[in-house]
């Protein structure tokens, strides 16, 4: 296991902001993992960053990235596959396309590994496809020890899961694909591809959606008066996506996040952050 001291964690976001890790783990078996976690008994659970909105003032004593800990894509036949939590999606889509397996192609522009993505139950727009609809168990560490879960025990939900409120940590976990042949694969990849390419903005850094709920009428309307502060903004492109331009700060991230909540407060409607704010 590689272990860094005084790790820059916004090297390890999307979105370019993080405060420091006093001790960066790099374990490289869910063992060491395990040991890790039954030696520490505090710390944070990093994958790809790519939902993470990190305090840029503080320092977290203890961080696990989990991009080394398991890599196995393990093909059980007929459709079913075991995959690691530090897999990424593109690396899991590519490998069951080529086997004539399918139905998450669009998936392919989440930046993300497979522990990230269940937990956050990642899917596509407005849940049109949805990683854990594939999922047959997870497999989790919890206080030290190996469980299996099923895909009812996961709790999932739009952009939410039962790992918000309890503190498992996902290794793996077994799916179901259905068959799709190659071509309709690689048709739905492209397709995916292209569309982002029409539609997302990435002008600035940034962490994907902000709000799991809102309203996009009035978060466009927000974007277009303008709203910033400092080197952070919504984006006119994506609606309900928040930019850094570069150099900006969790505290200008903050002010923008507040403008858009009390805009919702005040005119009475809904909004559910979907990032995960550290900010202690
Ligand atoms: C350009 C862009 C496009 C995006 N598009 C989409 C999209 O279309 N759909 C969508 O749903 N999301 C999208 N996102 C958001 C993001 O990619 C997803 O939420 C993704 O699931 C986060 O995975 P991650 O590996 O980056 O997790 P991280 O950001 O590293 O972690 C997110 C949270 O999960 C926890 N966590 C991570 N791994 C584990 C683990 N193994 N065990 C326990 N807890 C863990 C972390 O502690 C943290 O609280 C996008 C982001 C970007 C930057």
Same mark, same amino acid.
């Given at each position: 296991?590689? @272990? =860094? !001291?005084?790790?820059?964690?916004?090297?390890?976001?999307?979105?370019?902001?993080?405060?420091?890790?006093?001790? %960066? %783990?790099?374990?490289?078996?869910?063992?060491?993992?395990?040991?890790?976690?039954?030696?520490?008994c505090?710390?944070?659970? #990093?994958?790809?960053?790519?939902?993470?909105? @990190?305090?840029? =003032?503080?320092?977290?004593?203890?961080?696990?990235?989990?991009?080394?800990?398991?890599k196995?894509?393990?093909?059980?036949?007929?459709?079913?596959?075991?995959?690691?939590? $530090?897999?990424?999606?593109?690396?899991? @889509?590519?490998?069951?396309?080529?086997?004539? %397996?399918?139905?998450?192609?669009?998936?392919v522009?989440?930046?993300?590994?497979?522990?990230?993505?269940? %937990?956050?139950?990642?899917?596509?727009?407005?849940?049109?496809?949805?990683?854990?609809?594939?999922?047959?168990?997870?497999?989790?560490?919890?206080?030290?020890?190996?469980?299996?879960? $099923?895909?009812?025990?996961?709790?999932?939900?739009?952009?939410?899961?039962?790992?918000? $409120?309890?503190?498992?940590?996902?290794?793996?976990?077994?799916?179901? /694909?259905?068959?799709?042949?190659?071509?309709?694969?690689?048709?739905? *990849?492209?397709? *995916?591809?292209?569309?982002?390419?029409? =539609?997302?903005?990435?002008?600035?850094?940034? /962490?994907? !959606?902000?709000?799991?709920?809102?309203?996009?009428?009035?978060?466009?309307? #927000?974007?277009?008066?303008?709203?910033?502060?400092? *080197?952070?903004?919504?984006?006119h492109?994506?609606?309900?996506?928040?930019?850094?331009?570069?150099?900006?700060?969790?505290?200008?991230?903050?002010?923008?996040?507040? @403008?858009?909540?009390?805009?919702?407060?005040?005119? *009475?409607?809904?909004?559910e #952050?979907?990032?995960?704010?550290?900010?202690?």
């Amino acid at each position: 296991m590689k @272990i =860094k !001291s005084n790790e820059d964690l916004s090297r390890h976001t999307t979105v370019k902001i993080g405060g420091i890790a006093d001790n %960066y %783990y790099i374990p490289e078996s869910v063992d060491e993992l395990i040991q890790l976690t039954c030696e520490l008994c505090d710390y944070k659970i #990093l994958s790809a960053g790519s939902n993470l909105l @990190i305090n840029d =003032k503080i320092h977290i004593k203890n961080v696990i990235y989990m991009g080394e800990v398991c890599k196995d894509i393990r093909n059980m036949g007929n459709g079913r596959y075991y995959c690691g939590a $530090s897999v990424r999606i593109q690396k899991l @889509i590519s490998v069951i396309n080529k086997d004539g %397996y399918g139905g998450i192609e669009e998936l392919v522009s989440v930046p993300a590994m497979i522990g990230g993505m269940i %937990y956050m139950n990642a899917s596509i727009g407005n849940d049109v496809v949805v990683l854990s609809d594939h999922i047959v168990r997870v497999d989790v560490i919890c206080q030290g020890k190996r469980m299996s879960l $099923s895909k009812e025990e996961c709790g999932f939900e739009h952009r939410a899961s039962r790992f918000h $409120s309890d503190d498992s940590i996902i290794i793996g976990a077994e799916f179901q /694909f259905p068959e799709q042949s190659f071509e309709i694969s690689e048709k739905r *990849r492209k397709t *995916r591809l292209e569309a982002c390419k029409q =539609k997302l903005d990435f002008s600035g850094y940034n /962490f994907g !959606s902000l709000f799991k709920q809102c309203d996009y009428m009035l978060m466009s309307r #927000l974007a277009r008066l303008g709203v910033k502060s400092g *080197r952070v903004s919504l984006s006119h492109k994506t609606t309900n996506w928040l930019l850094n331009n570069g150099g900006g700060t969790y505290k200008q991230a903050m002010s923008v996040i507040k @403008i858009c909540m009390l805009s919702h407060k005040l005119l *009475r409607k809904k909004a559910e #952050l979907e990032v995960c704010v550290w900010d202690k």
